[in-house]
């Protein structure tokens, strides 16, 4: 079966979930609301457990990984609730050598889950992570969501901070720990990371996902630098940003705020419909670059920046930069590379796909289940990326499977392509229309404002920098 999307959902239910959440809606008031969208054979109660978490479905490093060493520890926190236990994460191959260390801070449910496996996923990254649970004094995560929330709004949020706050000094301090610590949040939690970046000021980098801010006047304390990733539909949360980043930028921090177009809160939770896949990878990428560099900077541990591949409009260009708008609605300006590599892409016909051909296959499934291809792309054979299935930026659930064409079939709907990559094999529907591009060498010409691009982009001396750029000519632009 699909998975659920914010899309299958009312943006009004969707608030009413948020408001459920977070404390400014119960459950009978969530129920009684939300009646009016139920349909044939789905109550509100349906709906309801719809919207909430599947972990299982969100798991990417499983608990007994033998690349991980994970376990339960404690600390203490003399000025909170005395003693308060967390999960600890590092990378096997680490043995007792000193890591830079990560502080993950959870949503208003405790330690759930989703969160164990985030602290799993910094740890594959070569860090660190330690996961306190703020529910440790009311007996800690109960392993159900709405008990969770009803224990969060009893827990005294003066203690808690001073337990987030314990947790950071006993983390910086362990003998495994190299003394550099970043923190990173998400919701309440992200809201706890600009508390802490005010409160800590050896605190070395700082990643809120869509959290509450400070009183502006708290924004002269911050030293760290801060990385805050947006939803873009949250106005709970994004109508104190203004005032809160006029004051960052006043105080002379340094911090870097992107907002997602399109994107729920939450949208980074890959447990629930509100997960974005697209935007989600986009902004853990950038998170985990942020703190490699912030983190692992002049030490043996340090590696460049994953290069990110994003497609967009050229609004205007230079000698030494350009500004597009991306797919997802973002305007970056990108520093180009001197003598920037510039490939050309031109339309080619969908006959011209063969038994044999390296393809780059952009899908999003239809109703039926089958999957149905809204760009492809015929790579020349001295253009041969790597083999396997990547989310797509075309939207939520859309996917990019390159492989080798094993099959093609004339159907009532297209072309039918067989595709082969790894171990795996897939069967794409390719209806008529659709865009089939292929690649030769190109120049600077090409990079016109209206150019349809595919920038690749690195981190390069803190600025995002495209390494090489593909481009069209009148309205043609990669898939």
Sequence with gaps: MPRLTAQDFDQELLILFDAYVHGNLDRRGFLSQAQKFAKAGITAAGLLAALSPDFAAGEQVRKD????????????????????????ARPASAGANKLPAILV??????????????????ALDGFMAFAPDALTPLGGYPGDEDKAREAFAKLDQGKAQQD???AAHWLKERPDSTGKLGVVGFCYGGGIVHVLATRLPDLNAGVAFYGNTPDPAEAAKVKAPLLI?????????????????????AAGVKYTAYRYAGTQHGFNNDTTPRYDAAAAKLAWDRTVAFFKANLQGGTAAAAPPRAQRIRGTLESVSDTSATMKTLRGETLTLV?????????TYLVELADIKAGSRVG?????????????????????DLRPAEGQFPYDYGPQSRMTNATVAEVAATPDGRKLRLRYKDSEQTVI??????????????????????????????????????????????????
């Design 430 to 479: 390719v209806p008529p229309g659709t865009p089939v591009v292929s690649y030769r060498p190109g120049d600077r010409s090409l990079l016109v404002p209206g150019a349809h691009v595919a920038a690749t982009v690195s981190e390069i001396d803190g600025k995002p920098t495209a390494v090489r750029i593909a481009a069209g000519r009148n309205g043609v632009g990669p898939n």
């Design 65 to 88: 990984d033998p690349r991980l060493k994970a376990d339960y520890v404690s600390y203490p926190s003399p000025a909170g609730n005395g003693t308060v236990k967390g999960y600890l």
């Design 361 to 381: 296959v952009g899908t999003m499934a239809a109703a039926d289940g089958t999957q149905r291809a809204i760009g492809v792309t015929v790579f020349p054979e």
């Design 105 to 122: 801070i959870h949503e208003n449910r405790g330690l759930n889950p989703h969160i164990e496996d985030i602290a799993r996923r910094l």
């Design 229 to 249: 990733n947006q939803a873009d539909v949250d106005e709970r949360i994004n109508a104190a940003w203004p005032a809160y980043e006029a004051a960052l930028k």
């Design 336 to 344: 180009l590379v001197p003598n920037i590599p510039v490939t050309e």
């Design 164 to 166: 987030f706050l314990a």
